[in-house]
């Protein structure tokens, strides 16, 4: 399976909302809800921040959301702040016991 | 409180062996599935396989890159997890991270141990 596509770095100011985007294919995003997305800072392990498109863990702050349409997932952060700068990765089931990470996105705030 | 502690990381020659070890607390381990997933420094993550709970079946899955190489196991008595790597090659170089899963979701994530493949 090839990576799930996303843009190498989006970047707002604090208070504002961005959207970042993960595109895959009819064999992973487009067939199944098990999207998830993460977040990492550096020298630091990931965070689980969406399950199943648009599920919260318990402690996850409602200012994380997911979506999903036919082949992308998108992860929207709504009242930038500064913590919230890190690497996002989004990931998906594709079918016989396999997943796949998107490549990353870095996060800048402003 | 979970808590996962990966450990065996180090420097290895092309074609050698090494042991990850994760040493698990916080939770029921033993009805746990458990994952490994690695990340290239710098560089995106990459899901290397997963053991099942023993209750479910204990079947593993491995990522195309590392089967038939790579072996997870799992003691329930110590509420430890394993990654057996043989044949190891200089793209195998990552941070290896141990995860719990549930239905394909990675809850929660080790520190990570480095492994780097290199003559």
């Known amino acids: 399976q090839s990576a799930l596509t996303q843009p190498a770095s989006v970047s707002g100011s604090p208070g504002q909302s961005i959207t970042i985007s993960c595109t895959g294919t009819t064999s992973d995003i487009g067939s199944y809800t098990l999207v998830s997305w993460y977040q990492q800072h550096p020298g630091k392990g990931p965070k689980l921040m969406i399950f199943?498109?648009?599920k919260r863990p318990s402690g996850i702050s409602n200012r994380f959301s997911g979506s999903k349409s036919g082949n992308t997932a998108s992860l929207t952060i709504s009242g930038l702040q500064a913590e919230d700068e890190a690497d996002y990765y989004c990931?998906?089931?594709?079918?016989?016991?396999?997943?796949?990470f998107g490549g990353g996105t870095k996060l800048t705030v402003l | 409180e979970v808590r996962l502690v990966e450990s065996g990381g180090g420097l290895v020659k092309p074609g050698g062996s090494l042991r990850l070890s994760c040493a698990a607390s916080?939770?029921?381990?033993?009805?746990?599935?458990m994952s490994w997933v690695r990340q290239v420094p710098g560089k995106g993550l990459e899901w290397v396989g997963h053991?099942?709970?023993?209750?479910?079946?204990?079947?593993?899955d491995y990522a195309a890159p590392v089967k038939g190489r790579f072996t997870i196991s799992r003691d329930d008595s110590k509420n430890m997890l394993y990654l057996q790597m043989n044949s190891l090659k200089p793209e195998d170089t990552a941070v290896y991270y141990c995860?719990?899963?549930?239905?394909?979701?990675?809850?929660?994530w080790g520190q990570g141990t480095l492994v780097t493949v290199s003559s």
């Open positions: 990931c998906s089931y594709a079918g016989s016991s396999a997943v796949v």
């Open positions: 916080g939770f029921t381990f033993s009805n746990a599935w």
């Open positions: 053991i099942e709970s023993k209750t479910d079946g204990g079947t593993t």
């Open positions: 199943e498109v648009n």
């Open positions: 995860t719990t899963e549930d239905n394909w979701n990675y809850d929660y």
